[in-house]
């Protein structure tokens, strides 16, 4: 079975950094993604980790340790648009096992 | 198309009518996904295609719900004689992939059943 776990809420001042964890017990894992959804728009995605490591894409970096079964989505310069879910989802093949979301909600 | 499209974006039905939900994915995409997205829920993977392969439709939650895909391109998800636990946003996703690595998401379709 798949067992993805993030938290619910969090909330932080514009202009300010938070990270969001996930952790992870998978039948198998190929990959992690990390998707942004926007309330009633489609996820759009952020990034994928493959490696043990840091991956960093401006303002967002990914970070993930498959032998903790592990990852965090950290993002800086929050901006008001930041607001929103964030999805952590393993890929084992070709399908997506997702967390349930973790609402961010940036304060000015 | 620019991006994957859904329609409606919206629909509300009756317990036990009969919807059905269609997706058009990125041009060229092989891979075609569909996920159900409970409110305040991650989605929940429902069926996958390649091209016009169904090859995996575990889950799928009942045998009132159809998904086919004739020509590789389209999609349409049918309910049958829905149900109020059916309420939720239907997500459909493609890639140029055989795998999520490249997956597009399109908007959804929400569904109401009254």
């Known amino acids: 079975g798949q067992n993805i776990d993030q938290p619910t809420e969090m909330t932080a001042t514009e202009g300010a950094i938070v990270q969001i964890n996930c952790t992870y017990q998978?039948?198998?894992?190929?990959?992690l993604f990390w998707y942004q959804q926007h309330a009633g728009e489609a996820p759009t995605f952020l990034s994928y980790n493959v490696l043990d490591g840091l991956e960093e894409k401006g303002r967002f970096s990914s970070f993930l340790s498959r032998s903790k079964g592990y990852s965090y989505l950290l993002l800086k310069e929050l901006q008001m648009k930041d607001s929103a879910s964030y999805l952590c989802a393993v890929t084992n093949d070709y399908k997506l096992s997702f967390g349930a979301g973790t609402t961010v909600t940036v304060r000015a | 198309g620019a991006g994957v499209s859904q329609s409606p974006r919206y629909k509300v039905a009756k317990r036990g009518q009969d919807v059905a939900l269609r997706c058009d994915p990125i041009?060229?995409?092989?891979?075609l996904f569909w996920y159900q997205q409970a409110l305040g829920q991650g989605p929940e993977f429902l069926t996958y295609?390649?091209?016009?392969?169904?090859?995996?439709k575990s889950g799928l939650p009942s045998d009132r719900f159809f998904a086919e895909r004739p020509e590789g391109s389209v999609s349409t998800l049918k309910i049958q004689r829905t149900q109020q636990e059916d309420s939720a946003v239907y997500l459909c996703a493609s890639s140029r992939n055989k795998d999520s690595s490249e997956a597009f998401f399109g908007q959804g379709t929400r569904l109401t059943v009254v």
């Open positions: 998978t039948s198998g894992f190929n990959g």
């Open positions: 041009s060229g995409h092989v891979s």
């Open positions: 295609f390649q091209n016009e392969a169904q090859l995996d």
